[in-house]
């Protein structure tokens, strides 16, 4: 992107100042009714524990095991607290040690490198692509320079790398793969679903993801030691026969004195919460796409926002929207921030100078000393980020055009203060 005047086009008829946005676009779905008198049921039997001391009654969680297994394809998965704790167990039950490299996509989230520094590895940062999916050609170069380490991917914003390439890079560089499907629950890439391309996938349900019991998260994985390590890791103590998708007991037997606990279990309560969310994904899914499609349309139509490209072997679960402002410099991008905050729409900027609220530019973790990453840089500068709440309806998506296109509006007519400069690449 190049530096571009501010002046307003006085060609554009004005747009007028629209209504505020009423739909807070951070709301969550309602934990089905189900859900509700499960867990309440849970806190009158006071059993929310997820094993059983001395009579195995049914968790569940190992129920939620069972089906999301099932539902992703997978053989086995493993509950545990958090998405950014199944990726710490994914590459612990990898056995990646201190001082290895990890390589992950540069565009991410805090605990993706976290679970990198979890183990005591270092994260090496591969470069962003225009489609906001990891750069193909920089991953041939890392993975050549580290071959045989361990590649762990973020489907970014729900955002698919081109799958068949990037396992045939892991192929013939001996990468093992961790995908962090945080973002890409039902999401596929030529049909196969994100989850089942690596040798683990990890899942969050934390509430803005696809699933939602505030906090929690999901390993899967075919493999019967990843899985026995897994189940022993999350904090099973001996009580893995209560796993109901887990391999054979004998499988557990060599691990059983050498596996740490490292206590990341699921708490009933989460997994009564999210068992009746699961038979309502589809559904959930074709309406954040329809949503997606819907602002997309309008977003397209706006001079100085641009979208990324997709592709149309990525079935991708459009619960955010990504785009670019284009011809603003940092001042335009931060004063079309704060116009479309007022009227109710927030918008989260990659390129910040201070990130607010969540960081996701590589620059904010500097405990990883990455080295510089120029086209993550520019992409990153330019880049906003809209969650799509389900509580949204066609004509909310358009209202929000309406308004992202006067904040736009408004942005390029303001002055420019003297001695401001152009500052793409900074965090
Ligand atoms: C891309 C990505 N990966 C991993 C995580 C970690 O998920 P959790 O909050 O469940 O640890 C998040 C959280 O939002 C995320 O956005």
Redesign the pocket.
């Given at each position: 992107m190049t530096p571009q005047s501010q002046s307003h086009d006085e060609s554009r008829p004005g747009r007028e100042r629209p209504a505020r946005l009423s739909v807070d676009l951070a709301t969550p779905e309602p934990i089905p009714a189900e859900g509700i008198r499960a867990a309440a049921a849970l806190m009158e039997s006071g059993a929310l524990f997820r094993y059983a001391e001395i009579d195995e009654i049914g968790s569940p969680v190992a129920a939620l095991e069972s089906e999301f297994g099932t539902r992703v394809g997978r053989r086995y998965a493993v509950a545990v607290n958090?998405?950014?704790a199944a990726?710490y167990m994914g590459l612990h039950c990898l056995d990646v040690g201190p001082t290895e490299a990890v390589l992950l996509n540069s565009w991410?989230?805090a605990?993706?490198p976290g679970a990198v520094a979890h183990v005591g590895a270092k994260p090496v940062f591969v470069e962003t692509g225009e489609d906001l999916t990891i750069d193909l050609n920089d991953l041939r170069v890392r993975a050549a320079e580290y071959q045989g380490s361990v590649l762990l991917l973020?489907h970014?914003r729900g955002h698919i790398a081109n799958m068949t390439e990037v396992t045939a890079i892991c192929h013939e560089h001996g990468l093992r793969l961790v995908e962090?499907c945080?973002?890409s629950l039902g999401g596929t890439w030529d049909g196969q679903a994100t989850g089942t391309f690596g040798e683990v996938g990890c899942f969050?349900t934390?509430t803005y993801k696809h699933l939602n019991s505030g906090?929690g998260?999901l390993l899967v994985t075919d493999d019967e030691e990843i899985a026995a390590r897994a189940i022993l890791a999350s904090g099973s103590y001996r009580l893995h026969a209560q796993h109901t998708s887990r391999p054979p007991l004998d499988r557990f037997e060599p691990f059983l004195d050498q596996e740490p606990n490292h206590s990341m279990r699921m708490n009933a309560i989460a997994a009564a919460v999210l068992l009746p969310q699961l038979p309502l994904l589809e559904d959930r899914i074709s309406r954040w796409r329809m949503l997606y499609d819907r602002l997309a349309r309008g977003l397209r139509d706006i001079e100085g926002i641009r979208l990324p490209r997709r592709d149309g072997r990525e079935h991708f679960v459009g619960s955010s929207l990504q785009f670019w402002v284009t011809g603003s410099d940092h001042a335009g991008i931060a004063r079309f921030c704060t116009v479309a905050d007022e009227l109710g729409v927030h918008v989260k900027w990659f390129g910040a100078h201070r990130p607010a609220g969540f960081t996701s530019n590589y620059r904010s973790w500097s405990y990883a000393s990455a080295s510089n990453l120029p086209r993550t840089d520019t992409l990153l500068a330019g880049l906003c980020d809209l969650r799509l709440p389900l509580a949204l309806d066609e004509a909310g998506c358009d209202h929000v055009v309406e308004i992202l296109g006067y904040a736009l509006q408004e942005a390029r007519a303001t002055p420019k203060h003297p001695g401001e400069i152009h500052e793409e690449g900074t965090t």
């Open positions: 958090s998405c950014g990726l991410t989230l605990p993706v973020s970014m962090d945080a973002h969050s934390q906090e998260g």
